[in-house]
């Protein structure tokens, strides 16, 4: 064993020009990439010809092959509600009592075409920036739930928090209420298996999305579901930032206080969110959730307390065609008149999204962008700081955060339209991780969530001016030149 190990060593590197040139044709003429990424990649093989092809082998594998997450009835179940809603939005003013939905009604158009997105009108949303506020209101939405539970995070850690939920969703259990808990493959690698399988023990289902294939080692580290979403009874629905950890709950201390954004909305957006956690779910377990009407259209009736409060659950990943997230991202900002906020902890826009938000620096909106003070990805912080040192050079506001970790993946535009989910301003949400969300379009919502960006801007950054950023050490503009030149790949 040990001497075939050994010649096949010895093999490959008498043969590494052979295998660079056929990887280089494989990426170049077998594989629909941008020719950035292209670039990136070939640049990589030959640069570091080992480790390039051992990187190359990891991460670049293109699993946006759609057809391998759809289901027959979850595309039946759409297709008449989406035409229906397309066909009114072109013909009727079916929205007239809101503004918001006027201004941007190119775009939910869009959304409706691209992503199947329905436009839902009768909701509340509750915003959460605060993990402990966060995670005991959901604690307290579980310990009321009557039929399901639904449960997707990226990240689930085996410490305190997960644990105090667990103790929740066992006696959920045991009062006939059906759970079920999806977590990525490589986000849930912090839970021992013993854990999950008790959990199966207790009568909770768990699945892992795109699952280790060999032990701990996921040979698909590039695709990530990075989705958030819980959906109780079909009627409350979450979506945001925040994961299950201890550090999301300002117990870490090298993190300090985190801050994040995740709304909670108690409506027909819940539908939306239980679509999309059927269709990951379907995927992981070949369960079928559509076949059952109780996981959809429970929240029906017309509720005085509710204003009108439209929303469109939006999508992303390799499971579409299109980056929608992105495109909303791009036209958000092409339609703004007088501002643009933007909170992301990882700033690596595409040259779409760079030259969009230029433009409207350019024709005199205000573009202020928040980011992190201290990176939890040193290589990832240093096209951050780079690419925001290129908005600074436009005339685009930089202000970065230092009261803890910032989080929080948000757009806002013109206090009247808001997004706000699990995607970061960065090129791997837009065209390698699964995402998900919410674009509200709504004056209240978007006046409340700026009105946080604005604290945050006064009471826990400074700004970072032109000149600072002109005067940052030689080692750091090394850093920051080897980062933005894999920002493709990052």
């Excluded at 289902?205 to 590039?222: E, H, Q, S, T």
Aim: hydrophobic fraction near 40%; glycine fraction near 6%; include cysteine.
């Amino acid at each position: 064993m040990l001497n075939a190990v050994s010649s096949f060593w010895l093999w490959s590197m008498q043969h590494l020009w052979l295998i660079n040139i056929l990887l280089s044709i494989m990426i170049i003429f077998f594989q629909r990439r941008d020719p950035q990424s292209t670039w990136t990649w070939l640049l990589a093989l030959y640069a570091v010809p080992i480790f390039g092809i051992l990187i190359y082998l990891l991460l670049g594998q293109n699993y946006r092959k759609s057809k391998m997450f759809r289901v027959k009835e979850a595309d039946d179940r759409l297709r008449y509600p989406v035409r229906t809603q397309e066909r009114l939005l072109e013909e009727y003013d079916v929205y007239g009592h809101n503004a918001e939905t006027r201004d941007y009604n190119d775009l939910i158009l869009y959304n409706l075409r691209a992503g199947n997105a329905l436009l839902t009108v009768n909701n509340h949303i509750d915003i959460f920036t605060d993990g402990n506020e966060k995670f005991d209101d959901l604690k307290r939405e579980i310990r009321n739930a009557k039929s399901f539970i639904h449960i997707q995070y990226y990240i689930i850690k085996n410490d305190f928090l997960f644990q105090e939920i667990e103790e929740e969703l066992k006696e959920k259990v045991r009062e006939g209420v059906e759970v079920r808990i999806l977590c990525d493959g490589m986000g849930g690698r912090f839970v021992p298996e013993k854990v999950w399988r008790e959990l199966k023990k207790c009568g909770i289902k768990v699945a892992d999305f795109f699952p280790p294939a060999l032990g701990r080692i996921n040979l698909r580290i590039n695709y990530r579901n990075h989705r958030k979403i819980v959906v109780i009874d079909g009627k409350i629905g979450y979506v945001g930032g925040f994961n299950i950890g201890k550090e999301y709950v300002d117990k870490s201390r090298r993190f300090g206080h985190w801050r994040d954004t995740h709304l909670k909305i108690t409506g027909e957006s819940a539908d939306s969110l239980e679509f999309r956690f059927a269709l990951d779910w379907h995927y992981a377990t070949n369960e079928n959730l559509f076949t059952n009407r109780k996981y959809f259209e429970q929240y029906r009736e017309t509720s005085e307390a509710f204003r009108p409060l439209p929303v469109q659950i939006v999508t992303s990943g390799p499971d579409s065609s299109l980056e929608c997230i992105r495109d909303n991202y791009i036209a958000m900002i092409n339609a703004a008149k007088d501002h643009v906020y933007i909170t992301t902890p990882y700033f690596v826009p595409d040259d779409a999204v760079l030259s969009a938000l230029i433009i409207a620096v350019k024709a005199g909106v205000d573009v202020r962008v928040m980011i992190p003070c201290k990176p939890d990805h040193p290589i990832v912080y240093g096209a951050t700081t780079s690419w925001a040192g290129s908005l600074l050079s436009e005339g685009g506001r930089v202000f970065i955060y230092r009261d803890g970790f910032l989080h929080a993946k948000s757009l806002m535009a013109d206090a009247k339209v808001a997004s706000v989910g699990t995607a970061n301003m960065d090129i791997r949400s837009f065209k390698l991780n699964f995402e998900v969300n919410a674009t509200v379009f709504d004056r209240e919502v978007t006046e409340q969530l700026e009105k946080v960006f604005r604290d945050d801007m006064k009471y826990h950054c400074r700004e970072l001016t032109k000149k600072e950023y002109l005067n940052r050490g030689w080692g750091v503009r090394f850093r920051e030149q080897v980062s933005r030149l894999f920002s493709p790949l990052l």
